[in-house]
């Protein structure tokens, strides 16, 4: 990993030199050690270079000093450990204090990010560059770039959310969830995306409901035990315009038809039955949970605890009924 991060950084032209104690842009500095205390009971065994270059930081950090060298030397303190919030942010400072062109730096955090990709502090550090910015620039090439080696990266995707909502780009990203998802539809972050995508644009109306149900069938039907668009079906039903019980009756009965023991459509149904409850529709639930017992044997707990709530709420009905 190590040598990973070198390569990509080497090619940069830097102001410093190895090792720093004999670099002429230090001499003046005295690099201060880690104090780890009299006793330490585990000591961590740091390279040379490492507590090298952390003793010089540590001195540049102690006289609050915003220079070249020591927007150069947090260039060093990253490469030798990418998670470094504390470098991560002093990088910043120095970046804004010496009002470096902060386009050039886009492109340093996405030659880290090709070694460091699932790096909140990269990450982070490249959405207060881009805000302070104030432009989108490329944003969304760049984390599409990155999801296309890593689709379930979270960190980009959070990235990408906030430049959506913060430049309002949402123009074009149901279309992109679309392609993700016909690349791998068991992509849950896609689906997650999709979600996202359509709470922050048309919102939940009855007819985006049942446009995003026969969307998800389409997938349901090329893997119907693929768990992430039942998912996404099961927040679709959460929505208070939720008024389609009649065309997930229609579908999910093709599924069934098809495959009597899909278990993701099984516990579907368990589930929209606890919702949306019914004397009939809980009845029918109750006998799914124990054929589920059989089907999915690892879940079978699970599947007792569900059987339960379902008779609690069709008990809860008949009494109702009988009075």
């Not at 950090?61 to 927007?71: G, H, I, N, V």
């Not at 909140?120 to 990155?146: F, S």
């Not at 996202?196 to 995003?212: L, M, P, Q, S």
Request: charged fraction near 30%.
């Amino acid at each position: 990993f190590r040598i990973k991060i070198a390569a990509a950084m080497d090619s940069r032209p830097s102001m410093l030199t190895f090792p720093l104690s004999k670099c002429a842009l230090f001499k003046d500095l005295v690099p201060i050690p880690q104090d780890d205390g009299p006793h330490p009971v585990v000591p961590i065994s740091y390279s040379d270079h490492f507590v090298e270059v952390m003793d010089y930081f540590r001195a540049i950090l102690k006289k609050e000093e915003y220079s070249p060298r020591a927007l150069a030397l947090t260039k060093e303190v990253i490469k030798v450990n990418p998670a470094n919030y504390t470098g991560w942010l002093f990088r910043r400072e120095c970046l804004f204090e010496l009002k470096e062109d902060l386009s050039k730096e886009l492109k340093f955090i996405e030659e880290m990010a090709e070694v460091s990709s699932k790096n909140y502090q990269l990450w982070h550090h490249r959405r207060v560059i881009v805000e302070r910015m104030g432009v989108a620039g490329e944003e969304l090439d760049a984390t599409t770039k990155a999801l296309h080696k890593d689709p379930k990266n979270y960190h980009v995707w959070a990235h990408r959310q906030w430049v959506l909502r913060k430049f309002n780009l949402f123009k074009n990203e149901l279309f992109f969830t679309e392609f993700l998802l016909k690349v791998d539809f068991r992509n849950n972050s896609a689906w997650n995306q999709r979600y996202f995508v359509v709470k922050n644009t048309t919102g939940f109306t009855e007819a985006i409901i049942d446009r995003e149900i026969k969307f998800t069938f389409k997938f349901i039907n090329n893997a119907p035990n693929n768990m992430s668009p039942w998912n996404y079906l099961r927040g679709l039903a959460n929505q208070k315009e939720f008024k389609h019980m009649g065309l997930l009756n229609s579908f999910t009965a093709d599924v069934i038809k098809k495959d009597q023991k899909c278990a993701e459509c099984l516990s579907f149904l368990v589930d929209i039955a606890i919702k949306y409850p019914a004397i009939k529709r809980l009845q029918v639930a109750a006998e799914m949970c124990q054929d589920l017992t059989k089907i999915s044997e690892i879940r079978t707990k699970y599947w007792q605890y569900l059987e339960k709530k379902v008779k609690e709420k069709l008990e809860g009905l008949e009494k109702k009924s009988s009075k």
